[in-house]
Structures are given as C-alpha cells and as structure tokens.
DNA sequence: GCACATGTAAAACGATCGCTTTACATTTCA
DNA sequence: TGAAATGTAAAGCGATCGTTTTACATGTGC
C-alpha cells in the first residue's frame, strides 16, 4: 500500500470518529480503529495525536471550501452558501461546526490548533464578503459579517434543534441583502 | 462550613476552569482545585465528574437566564438581547457557548447532559420568540427563529474573530424586525 | 459530652492514556 | 538478490485518569 492513501485514510477514519465522539473523548487505538492502522504508522505520519488533529481540522476546511467553489449555483452565490450547509449537514451529521469544536477544546493548551481555526474562519468570512460583493455590485462589509453569524449560527443550533434553522437563516440573510 | 455554600463554590470554581480547558481536558484534581475540595467532597455531591458537568451547565443556564431577565432595558426587548450577551462575554471571555461545548463534547456518550443542553436551547428560543411577540404586537417565528441564529452566530464567531460581531448581530436583528 | 454531619489529606485501586519498542510481513526497485 | 520503505501486531513504558478508601479534624445540636 502506497503511503498518501494510508495518511488520507487515517484522516478520513479520524474524521468520522471525531464527528461523534468530540476530540478528547476517545483514546488513539479508537481514532485509528476505523483505518486499521497501528499506532506505529500514526506516529510515523503525524509525529503525535496533536498533528493527526491539525492534519484533520486543515482537510475538513479544505474539503468544505472545495464544495462551495464547485457548488453549481453561481446565480445565488448567497442562496447556495446555504443549500451547501443543508447538503453538508445532511451528509456528515449536525453537530457543530468541527473546526470551532476543535478550537474550544484545544484552544486552552494547543495555541497553534487555536490559530488555525481562527486563520480558516477569516478565510470563510472572506469568501462570503466576496459573494456579497458579486451579489450587490459593490462590498458590504456590515451585511456580509451578519451572513457569516446567520451561517454560524445555523450551524451550532442545527446540533440542538429540529427546526428548519438552515432554511430560516438562508432567507433572512436574502432579506439582508436586498434591503440595504 | 455549610453544605449549600461549599456546592456552589465547587460548581463556581468548576466552571472558570471548564471555560478555559473544556470539559474533557483537565482532570477532577485540577477541577477542584479553584475551590480547594477534595475529591471525597466532590463524590460526596455530585456522585460522578459527569453529575458535576451537569449542575455546571444548569447552573451556567439559570444564571445567563437571570442576567436576561433581570437586564433594565425593558424598552427594547430585542436589542438588550445583544447588550446582555456583549456583558456576558466581556466578563466571562468568548469561548462559545459553554452549553453547546458541552453538548458537543458528551453528545456521543452522556445522553442526559445533551438532552438537558437541547432543553435549555428550546427555553431560550421560546424567551426570544416571546421578546419578538412583545416588540411587534404579534408572534413572528421565522423572525424569532432569525435573531436566535443571529445571537449563536454571534457567540460563537466572537471566539476566533475580533471583529464586532454583537453589534453586527444586533443592527441585523433589529433590521429584520423592522422589515416584516 | 457525644453522636453526627461535613470537611481535608493522602494513599491506593484498576483502567486507560499517549507514545515507544521489538518483531515480523510485504512491496519496490536498483 | 537484497536492502530500503512501508506496513501490522502486540507488548510495554510511565503518567494520569475517575473513583474509593482510610484516617483525622472540625463545628453543630440534642
């Protein structure tokens, strides 16, 4: 077996056991069960238990910004940010958003886990000030942080709630911007 | 020393450490050690380190619910939403939602702690959508439902971003109930 | 004055933690 | 052919985990 598909199948094994069992809430030899990997090989890969969670939070953004560039709706361009979350969530589960997970329990003892996250989430409240600028014609700084919160927000309360808070959050934030 | 005081400087202390380290990163030692018990004291009260978890999260409930309640600014049921949540976090610091870091972190294994966090949530939307009611004379739950997106979006954007999220989140709820 | 409730201090329990090591199988390729 | 690279299996490292236990100090109320 060649060596990048082992390391991506570590990750995508953790990733799954990370969705459910939060980060801390489960030893090595469980992170690595789902692979059918020997602690061996997950210190050869990721040096510690801490660069297997770096590798997992950096390829869980990736993989999620990859969706929303291919995402087919380039009309809506904030319409579809939230048909992207609904399908997402479908996809791997409600249960907050990983990367703010992984930054509330490592953010006390592992700043560079911290800063990742902090570094990802102005990548993404980025991303949506772009598509308020397309959308609009021209920037809207005020109207694209609000988009973010909507969309942070319906993501956290999809873990608790059987509400239809994806929907909600997607015409409000349509409301937003079309009533500036 | 009596009993009701040392629980509550248990639960007090539990909670400044939990704030900082999550609930999964530190052990019943360094829990207890804010408030000077020993362990036998702890099993004695609380029977497990979940039971403690748990009289955290209800406690952290009742008293953001209290500070809502008891918050001078009738006059705009809405808006004070925001004002108490910016005191909330200037003094507690912005490390997300305590009760959705709980949530998540136990959600895989301790049923009872998310049930209780799902509850707490349902109460919290139903004091909004009664704010709503209040403000415009007549129930709106997609409005409703928005400004609580808003405010969790808020909270927790407000731990990996400097921007000012709670004022942003404030001006957009206040937009969308003006906007019905 | 004495039982009782409440507390601390500290040792000890087995289990599990992150990580290392030893031993061995397999593929690759010069 | 045979050394290097990559992998699993499994034992073992000391540390720490949640929890229980033993021993002892306090203050309260009958």
Not at 108 to 113: E, L, M, R, T, V
Not at 116 to 136: H, M, N, P, S, Y
Request: charged share 25%; net charge neutral; aromatic share 6%.
């Amino acid at each position: 077996m060649c060596c990048m598909d082992k390391r991506t199948n570590i990750i995508a094994g953790a990733e799954r056991i990370f969705e459910n069992q939060g980060f801390r809430g489960i030893g090595v030899d469980g992170i690595l069960a789902p692979s059918g990997t020997s602690t061996r090989t997950l210190y050869k890969h990721f040096g510690s238990r801490e660069g297997l969670v770096l590798a997992v939070v950096a390829e869980r953004h990736r993989s999620f910004m990859e969706r929303l560039r291919d995402w087919p709706e380039a009309h809506d361009p904030i319409g579809s940010l939230f048909d992207v979350l609904e399908s997402w969530l479908s996809e791997h589960g409600a249960r907050g958003c990983m990367l703010l997970r992984a930054h509330s329990e490592y953010a006390g003892s592992h700043p560079d886990i911290a800063s990742l996250v902090r570094q990802q989430k102005r990548e993404f409240a980025d991303e949506i000030a772009r598509r308020v600028e397309t959308a609009l014609g021209q920037p809207n700084n005020e109207i694209a942080l609000s988009i973010w919160l909507l969309f942070e927000g319906a993501t956290a309360a999809a873990s608790v709630t059987d509400k239809p808070v994806v929907q909600s959050a997607k015409r409000a934030a349509l409301t937003l911007l079309s009533d500036r």
